[in-house]
């Protein structure tokens, strides 16, 4: 999912995770909006100092801020699946509903930049909030479209980017499967032993990827 989070809606910036603790609910209580809460009963950012188990009641909570300006998701409790909670926080960060104008410095930063088939998605977002000047960076936009087109051609002759990125995945997914041991006191990285579930037995490199292609997909969190 973390490669899944669009950068912040509000100024651009990088998106990090927050966890922190809050008062737990109880009837007796009244209901609190944390949100628009006083800073004194908020939860703080990055507390992760460990509680009394004579203080009162508290559950851990997580959000998705930016760095840049601090705007941020509502806290979604943790409970006992922390993937899960990430998840929601992240569906609701990626739900973005005000995206600003573009500006002519993102429009410049994009030319400077040596552009391949992997920049489509931010030409398309810059075409999309440009509201004006249409006179002026039409052109720029042909220009970039282009390059974008042309850098595509070029790559698909030479080395094709889907059999690199497929292999970057497989990379990936075998990391998070190693595990760090010792043997005769010497630091060791072992993988596990893969099945091989398919695949032609003559074309070696086939049957491997296929094997790794069937194991359980990576923890994204």
């Not at 188990?53 to 851990?60: N, S, T, V």
């Amino acid at each position: 999912m973390t490669d899944e989070l669009f950068p912040c809606d509000h100024c651009g910036g990088k998106w990090a995770f927050g966890f922190s603790h809050r008062l737990l609910k109880r009837p007796s209580a009244p209901a609190r909006d944390y949100l628009t809460a006083e800073e004194s009963i908020a939860p703080e950012i990055n507390d992760l100092e460990a509680r009394s188990l004579f203080a009162i009641p508290q559950e851990k909570v997580c959000c998705i801020f930016c760095e840049e300006c601090g705007m941020q998701t509502p806290w979604i409790a943790i409970g006992d699946d922390r993937h899960a909670a990430l998840e929601k926080a992240g569906t609701i960060w990626n739900a973005r509903t005000r995206r600003p104008a573009a500006k002519e410095g993102d429009l410049l930063k994009l030319v400077r930049k040596e552009l391949s088939a992997l920049d489509a998605p931010f030409l398309i977002d810059l075409l999309a909030r440009t509201e004006g000047d249409w006179e002026k960076r039409g052109p720029i936009f042909a220009m970039l479209a282009r390059k974008i087109v042309d850098s595509k051609i070029t790559l698909s002759d030479f080395w094709p980017v889907d059999t690199v990125l497929n292999d970057a995945a497989r990379y990936r997914k075998l990391q998070q499967l190693a595990k760090r041991i010792y043997i005769d006191g010497i630091a060791s990285i072992q993988f596990p032993r893969i099945p091989a579930t398919g695949g032609d037995e003559g074309n070696f490199e086939n049957s491997v990827n296929l094997a790794v292609d069937d194991l359980p997909d990576r923890n994204r969190w």
